[in-house]
């Protein structure tokens, strides 16, 4: 308890020296852009917020998506068929964007998985190879 407890203090001592550095390089920038633009208004320009998009994964979280679709597999799967599974597992629509940017994930997930010796491509059919899991 007491260990987690200091590393939350920790990262929160962390946050606010961030937040101070965040809040003097705001206050250059506004200073520079009074320079050249006397009639500006710093608090006409909103904030700019991060959204991920729907298909986001964490750390680890494509591999371990990937990695348990294989084994429970009985044969071997192409790229394509993992990735509509893995849309599939995460309650995305299917759409054609959503379905390509999955397929090259998940494809970056296999041929690192590859060089690791977790998983092996079988053979090519059309555009996509077939993978299965080492065993």
Not at 19 to 44: I, K, M, Q, Y
Not at 55 to 71: C, D, F, H, N, P
Not at 101 to 117: A, E, F, S
Request: glycine fraction near 8%.
């Amino acid at each position: 308890m007491k260990r987690k407890r200091a590393e939350i203090t920790g990262r929160i001592a962390q946050c606010h020296a961030e937040l101070g550095a965040l809040a003097a390089s705001l206050e250059h920038l506004d200073g520079t852009l009074r320079l050249f633009a006397p009639d500006f208004v710093a608090e006409s320009v909103l904030p700019k917020v991060f959204t991920p998009p729907k298909s986001w994964s964490k750390r680890g979280e494509m591999s371990r998506a990937v990695l348990s679709i294989l084994r429970v597999a009985k044969g071997p799967l192409s790229t394509r068929e993992i990735a509509y599974m893995v849309i599939q597992q995460r309650g995305l629509e299917c759409e054609p964007g959503i379905l390509n940017v999955m397929t090259r994930r998940v494809g970056h997930v296999l041929r690192d998985k590859r060089q690791d010796g977790l998983v092996r491509s079988i053979e090519e059919t059309g555009l996509w190879l077939q993978w299965e899991i080492v065993r």
